[in-house]
């Protein structure tokens, strides 16, 4: 983790099965009062060193924010202001890794490479030649700033031969596209709402 969270981060505990890896929500919510929500422009964090050129750190986060903003929208109202009943969507992007599509096209179909890549995943939990990102999130209440949740989470790639031939940011968009859903998704649950 990074400093986007802060002295926070320390509240992080393993998240459900199936979900973000780390999570902590504010039990002291009344969820069903907050309906609208401001997404503020998505942060890229990275050391010094980052392989990621500030152009494709534009991109990410241009497009991230864009996932972020349309599926928003379809559950609750977006405001670009602070006021009651709104809460404040902070989203950052991790350094994100890119996938080397010809070696990974190698690495699912000549056997040998196969077996190379099945040797990384078991030492790493991560397939060789495959993108990833990571993203911390946070949401708080627009006007006192109190937590009111945060999570953490990263996803890779996968071995399939669909995703084998994707551009450099293929995997990177995936996991954004999955996060996007997933974030209304989450808070629309807090508030009692059936999710598809």
Same mark, same amino acid.
């Given at each position: ?10 509240k992080?505990?393993?998240? !459900?099965e ?6 902590w929500?504010? !039990?002291?919510?009344q ?5 609208k929500?401001q997404?503020?422009?998505v942060?890229?964090w ?8 500030q ?6 986060t241009e497009?991230?924010y ?19 009943g ?11 890794t890119?996938?080397v ?13 196969r ?16 993108g990833?990102?990571?993203a ?8 006192s ?8 989470d ?7 031969l ?7 940011w293929g ?11 997933k974030? !209304?998704?989450?808070?629309s649950?807090?508030?009692?709402k059936?999710?598809?």
């Open positions: 983790m990074t400093g986007f969270l802060g002295p926070d981060a320390s992080l505990a393993p998240g !459900p199936g979900g973000v890896a780390l999570a929500i504010n !039990p002291n919510v969820w069903a009062s907050y309906t929500i997404l503020m422009p942060e890229f990275a050391a010094a060193d980052s392989k990621v050129s152009a494709d750190q534009a991109v990410l497009y991230f864009n996932a972020l903003q349309t599926n928003l929208s379809k559950s609750f109202t977006l405001v670009d202001q602070p006021g009651r709104v809460m404040t969507l902070h989203v950052a992007l991790m350094d994100a890119t996938a599509p010809g070696l990974r096209t190698v690495s699912v179909i000549v056997p040998q490479a077996v190379l890549n099945m040797a990384q995943s078991l030492a790493t939990s991560s397939y060789a030649f495959v990833s990102a990571e911390e999130m946070k949401v708080t209440d627009s006007v700033g109190e937590l009111l949740a945060e999570a953490v990263q996803r890779a790639g996968g071995m399939g669909k995703s084998a031939a994707s551009f450099k995997d990177a968009q995936n996991a954004m596209d999955y996060w996007a859903q974030i !209304p998704n989450r808070l649950q807090l508030q009692g059936t999710t598809s």
